[in-house]
């Protein structure tokens, strides 16, 4: 029997793209939100800004045009869409704009939509990677009250033994 709502978090990865394909092939859901955080382009050069020291000048966008940064959302989710209705999932978009941190953005709609089950790709990073580079998957695990189907990378078999 298929669960009623399915969140995935699907921002363009390769990663994120198995994910899609390991979804449809064994879950089910009447509904699958396909979710693309993204971060306004005011607050990702204020952030980078602040980390290199230099001073941000105040700078508005134009409110007539669109952020770079959320029309690439609404591609990179459109993509995963498609991804979705052709892993057999009864999927729609949803573009969620960062306030804080993409996992609490991510953990934040699953709360809202009630969902199931939430759906990711890792990247798999162990040892030293994996400390300096934290996981929004593991983020996602740690502060998310809700089932998580995490899909790992593809890695290389090693050659079998005869």
């Given at each position: 029997?298929?669960?009623?709502?399915?969140?995935?978090?699907?921002?363009?990865?390769?990663?994120?793209?198995?994910?899609?394909?390991?979804?449809?092939?064994?879950?089910?859901?009447?509904?699958?939100?396909?979710?693309?955080?993204?971060?306004?382009?005011?607050?990702?050069?204020?952030?980078?800004?602040?980390?290199?020291?230099?001073?941000?000048?105040?700078?508005?966008?134009?409110?007539?045009?669109?952020?770079?940064?959320?029309?690439?959302?609404?591609?990179?989710?459109?993509?995963?869409?498609?991804?979705?209705?052709?892993?057999?999932?009864?999927?729609?978009?949803?573009?969620?704009?960062?306030?804080?941190?993409?996992?609490n953005t991510i953990v934040d709609a699953a709360d809202e939509l009630d969902v199931d089950v939430?759906?990711?790709?890792?990247?798999?990073?162990?040892?030293?990677?994996?400390?300096?580079?934290?996981?929004?998957?593991?983020?996602?695990?740690?502060?998310?009250?809700?089932?998580?189907?995490?899909?790992?990378?593809?890695?290389?078999?090693?050659?079998?033994?005869?």
């Amino acid at each position: 029997m298929p669960c009623d709502v399915m969140l995935i978090a699907y921002d363009g990865s390769d990663h994120a793209k198995r994910a899609i394909e390991y979804a449809g092939r064994f879950l089910a859901a009447n509904r699958a939100v396909v979710l693309t955080a993204w971060e306004p382009m005011v607050r990702q050069a204020a952030r980078m800004s602040g980390l290199s020291g230099v001073m941000q000048p105040d700078w508005v966008p134009d409110e007539d045009i669109d952020d770079i940064a959320y029309t690439d959302a609404r591609n990179i989710n459109e993509e995963g869409l498609q991804l979705a209705k052709a892993a057999g999932l009864n999927a729609e978009p949803r573009t969620a704009e960062c306030s804080s941190t993409i996992w609490n953005t991510i953990v934040d709609a699953a709360d809202e939509l009630d969902v199931d089950v939430i759906v990711a790709g890792t990247r798999g990073s162990t040892g030293i990677r994996a400390l300096l580079h934290s996981s929004v998957a593991d983020a996602v695990i740690k502060h998310c009250h809700r089932p998580v189907f995490l899909v790992p990378p593809v890695t290389e078999k090693a050659p079998q033994s005869r």
